[in-house]
């Protein structure tokens, strides 16, 4: 109740939706009769976007991140908890949807094309985007990876190091060459219409030019990107009295003073329907 209403007109018109007509139990009922909504008739809060967990499973155990430490079950969200996604986020009016795990990578899900398809179904979901490591996408062939890279408007690629040795460091895994091959292979099969995008995690302080010249010779064009050395904590839930390697270091802890602002831009739905 203490947060202020977001003024950006820009955004004004997905802010609200009219809620629903119905009537549910919004407290104990004085004669046995259900209570009815406030607000029906009125208009509610919403998101500025979804972002769904369709998976949460992941190939690498990063040094930066708490999926080895994750205590949910490991699973792929069922079609039916996906589509009820859907039909309610286009009842409030859509938007843009992100298909990005928690914790996980997209590429794991076996639904993932059925999932696509479902989406075209929906037209008030208006583009939908995803961050990859790329590891598992040639679980895929040459014509399902082109389908499915068709079928966003952005795909954000992480790269963990810019050689062997960073990249094995920060996800414990030996996996380097093969990271880079399938972002070859992504960008072989990319549309004109898809953006593709590298997000540098890096352990060394890299500057701009040798970033450049890293694109440059593993996939000889040059891709927008963006980078850092400096990682959160996630709360608490990762050790930052423990120093990370080489010359990677933790985001000293916040003190947060006002309402964080992510509950009112985006709205995460886990891969259980949580």
């Known amino acids: 109740r203490t947060?202020?209403?977001?003024?950006?007109?820009?955004?004004?018109?997905?802010?609200?939706f009219p809620c629903p007509k119905i009537s549910f139990q919004e407290q104990a009922p004085q004669d046995g009769q259900p209570g009815t909504s406030p607000f029906k008739g009125t208009l509610c809060s919403r998101p500025l976007m979804v972002i769904c967990e369709t998976v949460n499973i992941c190939c690498n155990n990063c040094i930066i991140c708490p999926y080895g430490t994750m205590t949910r079950k490991k699973e792929v969200m069922s079609l039916e908890i996906f589509e009820k996604l859907l039909k309610d986020y286009s009842a409030m009016g859509g938007g843009k949807l992100s298909l990005t795990p928690k914790m996980g990578d997209i590429f794991f899900d076996p639904l993932l094309l059925k999932r696509l398809d479902l989406i075209r179904k929906y037209p008030k979901i208006t583009g939908i985007s995803v961050t990859t490591n790329a590891i598992v996408s040639n679980r895929f062939t040459d014509r399902e990876l082109k389908e499915i890279i068709s079928s966003f408007q952005r795909v954000h690629i992480s790269v963990y190091g810019l050689d062997p040795e960073e990249y094995a460091l920060m996800t414990r895994r030996d996996t380097y060459q093969r990271m880079i091959d399938n972002i070859r292979r992504i960008i072989a099969v990319s549309p004109r219409s898809c953006t593709l995008a590298l997000g540098f995690r890096l352990l060394h302080e890299r500057s701009p030019a040798e970033i450049d010249a890293w694109i440059l010779k593993?996939?000889?064009?040059?891709?927008?990107?963006?980078?850092?050395?400096?990682?959160?904590?996630?709360?608490?839930?990762?050790?930052?009295?423990?120093?990370l390697p080489l010359n990677g270091k933790w985001r000293?802890?916040?003190?947060?003073?006002?309402?964080?602002?992510?509950?009112?831009?985006?709205?995460?739905?886990?891969?259980?329907?949580?």
């Open 252 to 274: 000293p802890a916040r003190v947060t003073a006002s309402q964080c602002i992510m509950p009112l831009i985006a709205c995460l739905i886990f891969s259980s329907g949580d």
């Open 3 to 16: 947060v202020k209403g977001m003024s950006n007109t820009r955004y004004s018109d997905k802010l609200h």
């Open 218 to 243: 593993n996939f000889r064009m040059k891709m927008p990107y963006d980078f850092t050395s400096t990682f959160m904590d996630w709360g608490g839930t990762l050790d930052a009295t423990q120093p």
